[in-house]
Nanobody
Framework: QVQLVESGGGLVQPGGSLKLSCAFS????????????MGWYRQAPGKQRDLVAR???????NYRDSVKGRFTISRDNAKTTVYLQMNSLKPEDTAVYYC?????????WGRGTQVTVSS
């Protein structure tokens, strides 16, 4: 059973930065963190949950267009943690951010961390 715990959210002014962390534990049949594809999603009130950034087991990344050049996803396999560095934050980035772990089509989710961008 994969467990994901997000941290690092909060209130920040427009143009500011935050770094989210997602600690991974568990994994079925001894599967280790390094073989999971990891992602960050976000959900604003009244909207669907959307992919923000993804990093696969090989370290390849992809981002939604609206965050390209501002957000960076990374992973530390030794610490079994995935990060999302968010710079130049905008009010429209306000949402609950969820960590995702995917392996062979099976998804696990964290509880989310609130990010609010407001002056």
């Amino acid at each position: 059973q994969v467990q994901l715990v997000e941290s690092g959210g909060g209130l920040v002014q427009p143009g500011g930065s935050l770094k989210l962390s997602c600690a991974f534990s568990g994994g079925s049949s001894g599967n280790s963190f390094m073989i999971y594809n990891m992602g960050w999603y976000r959900q604003a009130p009244g909207k669907q949950r959307d992919l923000v950034a993804r990093i696969d087991r090989g370290g390849n990344t992809n981002y939604r267009d609206s965050v390209k050049g501002r957000f960076t996803i990374s992973r530390d396999n030794a610490k079994t943690t995935v990060y999302l560095q968010m710079n130049s934050l905008k009010p429209e980035d306000t949402a609950v951010y969820y960590c995702n772990a995917e392996l062979f089509g099976r998804n696990s989710w964290g509880r989310g961390t609130q990010v609010t961008v407001s002056s």
